[in-house]
Nanobody, 125 residues
Framework: EVQLVESGGGLVQPGGSLRLSCEHSGFGFDDYVVGWFRQAPGKEREGVSCMRSSDGVIEYAASVKGRFTISSDTAKNTVYLQMNSVKSQDTGVYYC??????????????????WGQGTQVTVSS
């Protein structure tokens, strides 16, 4: 059974940093994509970033490019999202998701089969 567990959310001031973690288990397949999505209050869930396990190819949403960094630690089965220079618009519930469909590399919600429960990120002074 595939499981994804997010952690690291919390309250952060504008301009600050936060690192989210997604610990995954149960991946019985060689190649996969892990992505981060977020949902702000009253808005639809949107893709933030994703990474393909086999070659490390990464995609970012335009709104976070240059500020957020996705990375992985295969020994710990964990994918990270380093969030720097955060803005109030980054507030929302952040979800970790995974899919066995690795090509093309897409950052769209329907492409992902497995989801975590989410972790709240609030950017406020």
């Amino acid at each position: 059974e595939v499981q994804l567990v997010e952690s690291g959310g919390g309250l952060v001031q504008p301009g600050g940093s936060l690192r989210l973690s997604c610990e995954h288990s149960g991946f019985g397949f060689d190649d996969y994509v892990v992505g981060w999505f977020r949902q702000a209050p009253g808005k639809e869930r949107e893709g933030v970033s994703c990474m393909r396990s086999s070659d490390g190819v990464i995609e970012y949403a335009a709104s976070v490019k240059g500020r957020f960094t996705i990375s992985s630690d295969t020994a710990k089965n964990t994918v990270y999202l380093q969030m720097n220079s955060v803005k109030s618009q980054d507030t929302g519930v952040y979800y970790c998701a995974a899919t066995r469909m690795t090509a093309p590399l897409l950052l769209v919600e329907p492409w992902y089969e497995y989801w975590g429960q989410g972790t709240q990120v609030t950017v406020s002074s």
